[in-house]
């Protein structure tokens, strides 16, 4: 397409009507195709779940109340594929199925919290991932004719399985450097986008912490590589907070964008709008509940629990699964009128600390070291007597402990540990003490 046949570039949505639908038709119409995927289980059919929600007393012909179907989690999937090696029998997507080719392309996940998991794409769902992706890019900045870089893993981490189609479908130039796995990869990839120009990158900040430090080596101003430009992030929940997200775009003059999700999900890609109120969700194919992670009910607006999602409309099946993901949903359209379904993530509860009764989680030490300069750390987690912090930084128990014991309002041990010596990571940050 020439790049007028995009409209107006300046528009705020990528499709105004479609993203401002009344949330109840919205809703309607998500619950009304969730009907269809609840019959996929004894038409198709997919055994794992049809045992399962057959010993919960369910019947295909009455669907109950979302509430009242059980979640699935992670651990239970991979209990099913050791059972039923390779592949399990909670698949909808198959390599083949009734003798033809049924996955496309096949991914795995980094395993960041586990064994990496396989993900199988139909033909058809790869198409609207793409789709899906549009929407998503728009939000974020990037518009046709852009020169787009991202230091994602390529392979057969999900970026790579796209091909780089959702760009091209965009007219956008993508420049996928990969990883920076070491500080010689890392000037490479800024003479590239010295030779070629940028208009958006998307990084962690952990990458952007690799780039800057071999910048700063070779004499190079990354600020004014990155001034001006989107930058989109994901893997840690600070940076959709005012006050980590308002560091970055000072230090480095960008405009700071989030981006969620979940790599066994195909298409479930979440991102913030520059209004930064919450990750809207890609709800022309999925509907997300918040739920008590015990009983697995929904819980209320601005009341954390797991982000559980229902997938419909795709060959994919996802009913009821719980991420595990902590998360808070918001209410009502966006500050722009986006109607979709919007949550913030907070972090994940087996991360979590407690510390006389009292339960913390990574992000609410990333919020109170912001006050005191947001040095790295990593922190232990499980029932302890004090909260226990690695901190990079001579001095830095001294200055800290009374401080973040404050703001916590808990005990807090600090160990303090050489600037630097807390590891980069190439691509996802880790909080937790080894």
Avoid at 18 to 35: F, I, N, V
Avoid at 310 to 318: E, R, S, T, V, W
Avoid at 348 to 367: N, S, T, Y
Wanted: net charge negative; aromatic share 8%; glycine share 10%.
């Amino acid at each position: 397409m020439a790049i007028e046949d995009f409209g107006d570039l300046t528009r705020e949505m990528w499709d105004e009507a479609a993203e401002t639908e009344p949330m109840e038709s919205r809703r309607q119409r998500s619950l009304a195709a969730l009907k269809t995927e609840w019959l996929r289980v004894w038409d198709e059919p997919i055994p794992f779940y049809r045992d399962k929600f057959e010993a919960a007393g369910l019947t295909r012909d009455a669907m109950p109340a979302l509430d009242e179907i059980p979640v699935t989690r992670k651990g239970e999937l991979r209990a099913n594929e050791a059972e039923h090696p390779v592949f399990g029998t909670h698949r909808s997507t198959r390599l083949y199925k009734d003798g033809q080719i049924n996955a496309l392309r096949i991914a795995q996940s980094t395993g960041t919290t586990g064994k990496a998991w396989y993900i199988f794409y139909s033909k058809d769902d790869l198409l609207r991932w793409r789709a899906l992706n549009k929407e998503q890019l728009w939000r974020n900045g990037v518009r046709p004719g852009n020169h787009f870089t991202h230091a994602w893993p390529g392979g057969m981490y999900p970026t790579g399985i796209l091909g780089g189609a959702q760009y091209s479908d965009l007219d956008v130039i993508e420049l996928p450097v990969g990883p920076p796995f070491s500080a010689a990869d890392a000037l490479r990839h800024i003479q590239i986008w010295q030779d070629c120009g940028i208009d958006a990158l998307m990084c962690t900040i952990s990458q952007l912490q690799i780039y800057d430090a071999a910048a700063q080596g070779a004499g190079i101003d990354l600020a004014s590589i990155l001034k001006g430009k989107p930058l989109i992030t994901s893997g840690e929940a600070i940076w959709q907070f005012e006050a980590g997200r308002k560091r970055i775009e000072d230090a480095y003059g960008v405009s700071l964008f989030n981006i969620g999700g979940a790599s066994e999900a195909p298409g479930f890609v979440t991102a913030d709008s520059r209004y930064h109120d919450g990750l809207i969700c890609p709800t022309d194919h999925y509907w997300i509940q918040v739920c008590d992670p015990e009983t697995g009910k929904e819980v209320p607006p601005g009341t954390p629990g797991h982000l559980v999602i229902n997938a419909f409309g795709m060959d994919h099946f996802m009913l009821r699964y719980d991420l595990e993901d902590l998360v808070v949903l918001h209410e009502g359209p966006d500050k722009s009128g986006r109607t979709a379904q919007r949550y913030t993530i907070l972090g994940r509860l087996a991360d979590r600390a407690i510390v006389g009764g009292k339960a913390l989680l990574p992000i609410d030490v990333q919020l109170a070291l912001e006050t005191f300069g947001a040095p790295e750390y990593t922190m232990a987690a499980g029932v302890a007597d004090a909260l226990m912090l690695n901190i990079e930084g001579e001095g830095s128990a001294a200055r800290l402990t009374d401080g973040l014991s404050a703001a916590l309002g808990v005990p807090v041990v600090i160990t303090e540990v050489p600037v630097g010596s807390i590891p980069r990571s190439t691509f996802k940050q880790r909080r937790l003490a080894e």
